[in-house]
Nanobody, 116 residues
Framework: QVQLVESGGGLVQSGGSLRLSCEASGFAISAYYMRWYRQFPGKEREVVAVLTTSVGRHHADSVKGRFTASRDNAKNTIFLQMNDLKPEDTAMYYC??????????WGQGTQVTVSA
């Protein structure tokens, strides 16, 4: 079975930090672009960061300079380090793998809540 399992979400005060993890099983993340998304209530999911090659990465303007996505291929895991969190970052965060023969893969999501 192909699976993504997320962890690390929670409640944090404004200005704090969280580190999200997403561990993959059933496939090797080294062969695929990986992405972090977030979703606000009533809105479509939006991309937060894209991991291309083993070192390539791009972040949305809304989080640039505060969030850092990375991958550890040996652990088959991607990460999202979130610093200087703001209340407007409150959302469900999802990891995503694109292009598998069986279809794109989504994690179940982890809630991040930032209090003022």
């Amino acid at each position: 079975q192909v699976q993504l399992v997320e962890s690390g979400g929670g409640l944090v005060q404004s200005g704090g930090s969280l580190r999200l993890s997403c561990e993959a099983s059933g496939f090797a993340i080294s062969a695929y672009y990986m992405r972090w998304y977030r979703q606000f209530p009533g809105k479509e999911r939006e991309v937060v960061a894209v991991l291309t090659t083993s070192v390539g990465r791009h972040h949305a303007d809304s989080v640039k300079g505060r969030f850092t996505a990375s991958r550890d291929n040996a652990k088959n895991t991607i990460f999202l380090q979130m610093n200087d969190l703001k209340p407007e970052d409150t959302a469900m965060y999802y990891c995503h793998a694109h292009g598998l023969a069986s279809g794109d893969v989504w994690g179940q999501g982890t809630q991040v809540t930032v209090s003022a």
